[in-house]
């Protein structure tokens, strides 16, 4: 049974950190390429970052550039994301995807809110 479990939301100031775990079961994580999106209250949902394979290389979306990193532990089968310098704009539900097509799965989200 394949498995995306998401976990180190919560509420922060603006300006503070988080890091959001995934973990993963049930299938070969390695060999997937890993991502988080957000879906921000009444928008659509939208890539933040994703980590590839081999050598794990990385991309991010323009917003959260020189604040977020995304990196994963394969022995531990989990994807980090990594959150700085966090802003009212990053309240979000914040998802976990593992893709290697035609295969895709999706966590169900944890909730990071910025506020004062």
């Known amino acids: 049974q394949v498995q995306l479990v998401e976990s180190g939301g919560g509420l922060v100031q603006p300006g503070g950190s988080l890091r959001l775990s995934c973990a993963a079961s049930?299938?070969?994580?390695?060999?997937?390429?890993m991502s988080w999106y957000r879906q921000p209250p009444g928008k659509e949902r939208e890539l933040v970052a994703s980590?590839?394979?081999?050598?794990?290389?990385?991309n991010y979306a323009d917003s959260v550039k020189g604040r977020f990193t995304i990196s994963r532990d394969n022995s531990k089968n989990t994807v980090y994301l990594q959150m700085n310098s966090l802003k009212p704009e990053d309240t979000a539900v914040y998802y976990c995807?593992?893709?290697?097509?035609?295969?895709?799965?999706w966590g169900q989200g944890t909730q990071v809110t910025v506020s004062s």
């Open positions: 995807k593992a893709w290697n097509p035609p295969s895709i799965w």
């Open positions: 049930g299938f070969s994580f390695s060999r997937y390429v």
């Open positions: 980590i590839s394979l081999p050598g794990g290389s990385t």
